[in-house]
């Protein structure tokens, strides 16, 4: 994730957020980078500037209709904005706004749904340096796994309270986020023993507990190095700690006609759901860096009908106010 600069004026806001629909690289039935479609982006500082270059400078907009790539991946519109202005709240604070809309998502025809909706928004107090964040407004309509109904339960309060202090970070130990992560992570952990994970194809979970999900043990060593260094160092580059918004699925059977029912060929182990014959999807991923937080709503690993990595419908914010630190 881009890094913010510290702001010259010690008692402004530096804003950052960015939003798009979505972007990957498709290796098979063909080779294709897909750029991020719908991208914007905001980033700067605003308390200097008059109040009609504030307006045409802290709204950001883009809107995209009918992407298809061939037979492969496909939406009818999408609608990204993000934004960044005083709080009417909190006397000097600071709120940004990212939010990723994507509406009658199809991949492949094995993953469809009405619409995707990401949404951040943080609000940043003077002298503190972790942010209140809300993902308020996340949710999905209407999302199928091969026809069968999937329901993802979020919890959109996962961040808990603010880590309160100069110097507090959300990563800190026992702030309410790291918290959720721990129970989180216990429960991922379950899910995925005892299965037969190249059996099963989990390639990307498989590889999760060495990498980014760092063994699901927050008390890793790398965590703390890490942990440690961006204390120091806000500058420094960290993949951060990933979680997921989604603490559970149910994937419907289908019923018809009084039929027997038709049970889905997926599997849900937390937030991360297996399709033969497919691949990998993961729901809700949240990245929190620093005071940073990006969502991806849909995260594709395909390894079958086609091959290759995408996400869909991604929001990320952070930004710096007065001493506090930058993210």
């Known amino acids: 994730m881009e890094r913010s600069k510290m702001p010259e004026n010690p008692t402004s806001h530096y804003f950052h957020a960015e939003a798009h629909a979505l972007t990957g690289k498709l290796k098979l039935p063909f080779a294709q980078d897909i750029k991020k479609q719908a991208f914007v982006k905001l980033e700067g500082q605003l308390a200097d500037l008059s109040d009609e270059m504030r307006a045409q400078r802290n709204y950001f907009s883009q809107h995209s209709k009918n992407f298809r790539l061939e037979g492969i991946i496909s939406y009818s519109s999408a609608h990204t904005q993000v934004a960044g202005h005083a709080s009417d709240k909190h006397p000097g604070g600071s709120v940004t706004l990212s939010t990723s809309v994507v509406e009658n998502l199809n991949v492949l025809n094995v993953v469809t749904a009405d619409r995707v909706v990401a949404q951040i928004s943080t609000t940043h107090i003077p002298d503190e340096t972790a942010p209140h964040v809300t993902f308020l407004g996340t949710h999905f309509e209407n999302l199928r796994i091969a026809q069968h109904r999937v329901l993802?339960?979020?919890?959109?309060?996962?961040?808990?309270?603010?880590?309160?202090?100069?110097?507090?970070?959300?990563?800190?130990?026992?702030?309410?986020?790291?918290?959720?992560?721990?129970?989180?992570?216990?429960?991922l952990k379950a899910a995925l023993s005892g299965v037969d994970q190249e059996k099963m194809r989990l390639t990307e979970a498989a590889s999760l507990p060495r990498t980014k999900y760092y063994g699901f043990d927050l008390e890793s060593a790398e965590i703390q190095k890490q942990r440690d260094k961006a204390k120091e160092n806000r500058d420094l580059k960290w993949e951060g700690i990933t979680c997921s918004l989604v603490e559970h699925v149910e994937i419907e059977d289908i019923r018809v006609n009084g039929a027997a029912p038709i049970t889905s060929p997926a599997k849900s182990f937390g937030h991360m759901i297996h399709i033969p014959d497919f691949g990998n999807i993961f729901l809700a991923e949240l990245s929190v860096n620093h005071n940073s937080y990006r969502l991806t709503m849909i995260r594709l690993e395909m390894g079958c009908l086609a091959a290759g990595k995408s996400s869909i419908a991604t929001c990320s914010v952070n930004g710096t106010t007065g001493k506090g630190g930058s993210t």
């Open 152 to 187: 993802p339960y979020l919890r959109l309060d996962f961040a808990g309270g603010r880590a309160e202090g100069q110097n507090a970070l959300p990563v800190d130990r026992e702030t309410d986020l790291m918290k959720a992560i721990a129970a989180q992570y216990q429960r």
